[in-house]
C-alpha cells in the first residue's frame, strides 16, 4: 500500500538505522508517531521497568554455578527488599550484619587476591542471562595470571560500592563487581563490571574502574574480560586503580557475535 494512502511520512535519514539500536527514524503519522513506532516504546518501557523491579532467582542462579564447578555464597545487603533498595540507595551499597559476619567467619587463612562479586544492581535480567558465560572466560584468564579468587559472592539487593564491604570482610586486595546497570530503552539488560584495587570502607568511585553495556548488541563477553585482564595486571604493577588508571588495551572487535544466545544456553 502507498504510504501516502495511510498518512504515514517517512524520514529521509532511514538508512541510518542499520548502524544504531536508537530511537532514530520512526517516521509520522501527521504530527505524531505512527502507532508502530508507539506501541514498540510502550513495550520497550515495560521491559525496562521490568527489568528493575524483577528479583534476582539468587539459588537458581547458585545452582549453574555449582554444576560448572564454581563454589557461590549468596548474601544479602541492608536492603531489606527492592522498594528499599530503590528508596534508600545507601542500604545496597553495605552488607547485612548477618552477611558480614557470615563472610568474616568463613575468611581463610590466606586471603584470596580478588573478592569476585555478582550482585543484582538494576537489572536482575542482564545477570541472568550474562554473568555466567563471562565468569566462565574469566577463570582461566585469572589462573594463567596466578591470580586466586574468592567463592562466587552474590549479593542480593546490592550496587557496586557493596563489592568494598565483601573484599574488606573477605581480606581481599583487590574486588571485582558483575552488576546489572540501569537499563535503558533499548538494553534493559546490560551488565557492567567495576574493578577495584585496595577496596576499604568509603571508597569513592573515583577509585574504581567500569566496562559498561555488556549485552547482546553491545560489548562482547571475551572483550570485557581482556580489558578486565588488563586493568587487573596494571593495578597490580603500579598499586591503584581509578581514574589514575588507563584502559590502554588494544581494541579488539566489540559488539557479540549474532549466535551469542546459543552460548547463553546451558
Known sequence: MDKRATGLTSDTWTGLKAYTGARIALGRAGSSLPTRAHLAFQLAHARTRDAVRLPLDV???????????????????????RDDYLQHPDRGRRLSAT????????RPETPS???LVVADGLSAIAIERHAVPLLQILEPRLKKMGLTRSPIVL???????????VAVAL???????LIGERPGLSSPDSMGI???????????DALRNCISNIHAAGLAYPVAVD?????????????LS????????????TRQPAERGNFLLD
Open 155 to 165: 549479593v542480593r539487593q546490592g550496587r557496586v560500592a557493596v563489592a568494598d564491604a
Open 171 to 177: 581480606g581481599c586486595r583487590m574486588a571485582v563487581i
Open 227 to 239: 580489558r578486565l585482564i588488563y586493568l587487573i595486571g596494571e593495578a597490580d604493577r603500579l598499586k
Open 59 to 81: 539459588d537458581a542462579l547458585a545452582r549453574r554455578l555449582d554444576a560448572l564447578g564454581f563454589k557461590s555464597l549468596p548474601v544479602e545487603s541492608q536492603a531489606i527488599d
Open 194 to 204: 567495576y574493578f577495584t584495587f585496595n577496596p576499604h570502607a568509603g571508597c569513592p
Open 242 to 253: 581509578g581514574v589514575a588508571l588507563k584502559d590502554e588495551s588494544t581494541p579488539t572487535e
Open 99 to 106: 552477611s558480614a559476619d557470615r563472610l568474616r567467619a568463613g
Open 113 to 115: 587476591d580478588v573478592a
